[in-house]
């Protein structure tokens, strides 16, 4: 049984293969959240499915005919942009993909149980954007009834529980706090009962959990590539693998970061 709309992802499938998006249909009957508003076998009907129907989602197949998936993505407005999962049959692309922000990266024939983990983190960005809209309107509120300025009411809406993810991270040490804007962080990394958070060839000391820390961080920016690592994806700029299965993560600050092998499933993930 459907739920209700704020539960469901309104999707588009975009595939040149009629029997690739036959397929891909009947697996997204199984899950509950996903509506399928539309099929398309073309960049060109792709775009005027997202320009009518302004889908949440869209699985998104890379090499078609004419114009790529990648293509695509530069001719669809921003304001009607919706989350990208990309289905393809090769494994290419993914420096592209983290590089577009796509939610996901699925190589054919896709595997049941990565399908259900890029729904999931769909849906949770869904609601998380959802939040963001019902603080702005918190917002607005706010600032007609006390007169007070956008920036002062944000501060102390941003401290209550209707916080969602902040744009800066406060760094305690001693009776000073130091707050660094969340965009400019590279890498962060464990060392011990702290964590060292890498910005602009500075490091700086914090004392908490890396369960925590990761819980605060928008995932459509920050994933964790490691136990001990969570790393900016805006900063990615090459990925290495190796013959031990691992990868090698070059960021844009020169550091290379290494991706344990439980999490190589992340370098087609898109955030």
Not at 193 to 216: A, G, Q
Request: glycine share 4%.
């Amino acid at each position: 049984m459907k739920g209700d709309d704020q539960d469901r992802l309104k999707t588009v499938i975009v595939d040149d293969e009629g029997l690739a998006r036959k397929g891909l249909a009947m697996r997204l009957e199984s899950f509950s959240n996903i509506e399928v508003i539309q099929e398309a076998c073309n960049a060109n009907e792709a775009l005027d499915a997202i320009t009518t129907h302004e889908p949440d989602l869209v699985f998104l197949d890379i090499q078609m005919p004419g114009m790529t998936g990648l293509e695509l993505l530069g001719e669809i407005q921003a304001d009607v942009m919706p989350m990208i999962i990309f289905v393809t049959a090769f494994d290419t692309f993914a420096v592209d993909a983290f590089r577009v922000h796509a939610i996901d990266y699925l190589l054919k024939p896709i595997e049941v149980e990565r399908l259900a983990d890029a729904i999931e983190r769909s849906m949770s960005l869904k609601q998380g954007k959802s939040l963001s809209r019902e603080k702005q309107k918190l917002l607005d509120l706010a600032v007609s009834l006390t007169g007070k300025s956008y920036s002062a009411v944000g501060e102390l809406i941003n401290d209550s529980e209707f916080a969602s993810y902040s744009d800066r991270l406060a760094i305690k040490d001693g009776s000073s706090t130091t707050f660094v804007p969340v965009r400019d962080i590279d890498w962060i990394d464990a060392a011990g009962d702290y964590m060292c958070v890498h910005v602009k060839n500075e490091t700086h000391i914090m004392r908490t959990t890396m369960r925590e820390l990761e819980t605060s961080l928008n995932p459509s920016m920050f994933q964790r590539v490691h136990r001990s690592t969570i790393v900016n994806l805006e900063r990615v700029m090459k990925v290495s693998s190796h013959i031990n299965g691992e990868y090698y993560l070059t960021l844009s600050c020169g550091s290379s970061l290494k991706m344990s092998r439980s999490y190589k499933d992340k370098v087609k993930h898109f955030f």
